[in-house]
């Protein structure tokens, strides 16, 4: 895992080979974070990674100057590396909660974040809700951003706040603004 810009830009983990989780890929972060940095001014930001996996989208986040982030993954091996790397980068604006990410969107606060990423397995039978579930719940903020990432085969343009879709290879983008 890379991050690509920012304060931590460069640095490299290595993610165990037992994960079961899929990063995704440099080439669609790199080009994800190009077209966001084009829409949003990351200093001060409160950002959500929903299904955060390795972490990789967290410290992109914090890398660029997120106030603090909240990375909400289920997998206790997942977790537990994302508080490691969090540990060597000497962070502590990064909050890691164990858990499952629509329990978690059923007690978030309203106007809790300026940004929110999301990257739930593309296989999931809730995965066409979570936009949804989202701006029912308000808990971006007005000028925020959600982020979906997604397959092909997902087509979120009917949902309130649709601003575009990004496809990088196989993998899809789509981006809220409210």
């Not at 949003?40 to 603090?68: H, K, Y």
Request: charged residues 25%.
């Amino acid at each position: 895992m890379r991050i690509i810009s920012g304060i931590y830009g460069r640095r490299r983990f290595q993610i165990p080979s037992s994960f079961k989780a899929r990063p995704t890929t440099d080439f669609a972060k790199e080009n994800l974070f190009n077209v966001l940095n084009n829409l949003f001014c990351w200093d001060g930001v409160a950002a959500l990674d929903l299904f955060a996996g390795t972490g990789s989208i967290s410290f992109e986040m914090l890398s660029r100057g997120c106030r603090s982030v909240v990375a909400v993954e289920q997998d206790r091996i997942h977790a537990e590396f994302i508080t490691k790397v969090a540990k060597e980068l000497k962070t502590d604006a990064l909050s890691v909660i164990r858990g499952d990410a629509l329990r978690f969107l059923n007690v978030a606060k309203e106007n809790s974040f300026d940004f929110i990423f999301a990257d739930p397995p593309y296989a999931s039978s809730f995965l066409p809700d979570i936009p949804r579930i989202i701006m029912e719940k308000n808990i971006l903020r007005e000028g925020g951003i959600f982020v979906m990432e997604h397959s092909k085969n997902n087509d979120f343009s009917a949902v309130p706040f649709f601003n575009q879709r990004r496809v990088y290879g196989a993998v899809n983008f789509s981006i809220f603004i409210t």
